[in-house]
């Protein structure tokens, strides 16, 4: 099985599931999102030797703010959605809904803040254990 590491930029704030902005400000920062993903992916791909066309991943996503205020991991990983869809784009996964997410790891780096996703390629029929 293939692993791949892909960084991207911080989603702007527009995308927050909380956000209340015009449908026309959300559209351009999710298009600009997944055409980003896209090209980290291609970018990523072409530089790690790895093929695309997975029928699954297991995602890890390690979020790098600029400052250690609080935030609401659920809603980072929602801010993520098109994220995910640029990566199906960029010809990786075949359909996003065989990403397996692991829980958001936050933490800071002031100087460069991304957001990192590391994937491992599973069967597309392998499911979370349940914790409990």
């Known amino acids: 099985m ?5 960084t991207v930029a911080i989603p702007p704030r527009s995308l927050s599931v909380n956000s209340r902005v015009h449908w026309g400000v959300r559209a ?7 055409v980003e993903s ?6 990523a791909m072409h530089e790690q030797g790895v093929k695309g066309g997975w029928k699954g991943a297991k995602c890890q996503a390690t979020w790098f703010a600029r400052d250690s ?8 990983l929602g801010m993520l959605k098109a994220t995910f869809d640029g990566l199906v784009d ?8 065989g990403i397996i997410h ?4 936050l933490t800071v780096d002031s100087k460069r803040p991304r957001v990192e996703l ?8 392998a499911r979370q254990e349940p914790l409990l």
């Open 2 to 6: 293939e692993a791949l590491h892909v």
């Open 28 to 34: 351009k920062a999710t298009k600009n999102a997944r």
């Open 38 to 43: 896209w090209a980290q992916c291609q970018i």
């Open 69 to 76: 205020r609080r935030r609401d991991r659920d809603n980072l």
């Open 90 to 97: 960029g010809g990786l996964l075949i359909d996003d809904a």
């Open 102 to 105: 692991y829980p958001l790891v």
């Open 118 to 125: 590391q994937l491992k390629e599973t069967d597309g029929t």
